[in-house]
Structure formats: C-alpha cells, structure tokens
C-alpha cells in the first residue's frame, strides 16, 4: 500500500505564488509517474502537470506560470505555481502510480488540497 500526503494549498491574491507538495511512502518498489489534477466546482477533474518516464507534461492553461518537479530521493513531488490566477481557483489532487514490493503498479490520489486564488 501506499500513501500519499499533501501539502502547501491555501488562499491567496491574483499574483502571487503557492507551491504544493506530495509525499510518498509505503511499500514502494518504483515510482512510474507523479503528477498534479485540480477539480474546480462544477468541473471535471483535469491533469496540471505530470512527469512520466516520457517527460514532463503541462496543461496549456498553465504553461509558463506552473513548474513541476520532483525529488527522487524523498519520492516527493512539488508545485511551483506563478502568477496565479482566480481561474486556478480548485481542489488540487497529486495522483502517483507506484509498483510496490509485492509488485502490484497502481494509481494512487492524495487527499487533495485547495487552492483558492482571489481577484
């Protein structure tokens, strides 16, 4: 099994700057990929940002505003996000998918964090 905690949302004004964080932990073999979904009212969950083995991906929304990153060590991912906007106003989920040690590959939620952002 794996967990997954979250850190770093909060409420803040157009402009400024949040970073969230996602821990890993359990019995964790390897770690395929690690990424970011928001969920704002009303809305589908949407991918943010995600690193693959493939590279990294970004929502066009928040290209140039959103970095993702990741520290192999820790199994930790983080947020940086920029410039933020009232529309990046949801719920933020951090989804990992993990091999364990008894070799099972599954996706995993953290229990999401909310980022509001205020004009």
């Known amino acids: 099994q794996v967990q997954l905690v979250e850190s770093g949302g909060g409420l803040v004004q157009a402009g400024g700057s949040l970073r969230l964080s996602c821990a890993a932990s359990?019995?964790?073999?390897?770690?395929?990929?690690m990424g970011w979904y928001r969920q704002a009212p009303g809305k589908q969950r949407e991918l943010v940002a995600a690193?693959?083995?493939?590279?990294?991906t970004y929502v066009d929304s928040v290209k140039g505003r959103f970095t993702i990153s990741r520290d192999n060590a820790k199994n930790t991912v983080f947020l940086q996000m920029n410039s933020l906007k009232p529309e990046d106003t949801a719920v933020y989920y951090c989804?990992?998918?993990?091999?364990?040690?008894?070799?099972?590959?599954?996706?995993?939620w953290g229990q999401g964090t909310q980022v509001t952002v205020s004009s």
């Open positions: 690193i693959t083995s493939g590279g990294i």
């Open positions: 989804r990992v998918v993990a091999t364990t040690g008894e070799g099972l590959t599954t996706g995993y």
């Open positions: 359990g019995s964790i073999f390897s770690i395929n990929s």
